[in-house]
């Protein structure tokens, strides 16, 4: 049973685009939802993150938007750029799990100059 | 300096071979894990370490055996290889503060395990 789950599984975008990934989650005790980036050869790494208290975090051209009674959870890349091709991975972990990380399948994404 | 140093990084191995990957971290972090990604980018939790002690053992064969000698050190040994444990393994680790979740969990860039 996956615990999180994202979609698309890649996604073609122009450069200067605006990339939009989802996740659903099914467990209501999850209270920290991560997303991380992870280019070719390299460990994943944390983006943004967001707590489900606030509907919204935005970091620069990146904006999580947070709907919790629909458990759901997105990640938006405003003004793409072929430097953000990357797989990304959104994530959830619950208070007390020692941050143990439940994480999507990914979603690779490229983006076209 | 790297934050999340694992060795090696390329390992190439017979089935039935027994093959350790260690893993250390300068952040003077509390907690350290191993995560497995398959072929498929799956990213899965297999351990965690808190002060050296054992908090999280998913389901993963007891072929697998972690061991933390102090905190900024967590080593995966692999008894008896298989071909299904081709992937690539990372080490991560991050400062758990008590009944708070949310912690930046950094990773190491991993160690791609290939078993023929």
């Known amino acids: 049973q996956q615990q999180v789950k994202q979609s698309p599984q890649s996604l073609i975008v122009q450069k200067g685009g605006i990339s939009i990934i989802n996740c659903a989650y099914e467990n209501t005790a999850f209270d920290y939802f991560p997303w991380y980036q992870q280019f070719p050869g390299k460990g994943p790494a944390l983006l943004i993150a967001?707590?489900?208290?606030?509907s919204e975090k935005k970091e620069g051209r990146f904006t999580i938007s947070f709907n919790k009674s629909a458990k759901q959870f997105s990640l938006h890349i405003m003004d793409s750029q072929p430097g953000d091709s990357a797989t990304y991975f959104c994530?959830?972990?619950?208070?007390?799990?020692?941050?143990?990380?439940?994480f999507g399948k990914g979603t690779k994404l490229s983006v076209k100059p | 300096d790297t934050a999340v140093s694992q060795t090696p990084k390329y390992l190439v191995t017979q089935m039935g071979n027994d093959k350790s990957i260690k893993c250390e971290q300068n952040l003077g972090h509390d907690t350290m894990y191993w995560y497995k990604q398959d072929s498929k980018k799956f990213l899965k939790i297999m351990f965690s370490y808190n002060n050296k002690e054992l908090i999280i053992n998913e389901t993963v064969p007891n072929r697998f055996s972690p061991k933390s000698p102090d905190k900024a050190h967590l080593n995966l040994h692999i008894n008896s290889l298989e071909l299904g444990d081709s992937a690539v393994y990372f080490c991560?680790?991050?400062?758990?503060?008590?009944?708070?979740?949310?912690?930046?969990?950094?990773f190491g860039e991993g160690s791609w395990l290939t078993v023929v």
């Open positions: 991560a680790s991050t400062h758990t503060r008590a009944r708070v979740a949310g912690n930046t969990i950094y």
């Open positions: 967001i707590r489900p208290d606030v």
């Open positions: 994530a959830a972990s619950m208070r007390g799990s020692q941050g143990n990380l439940i």
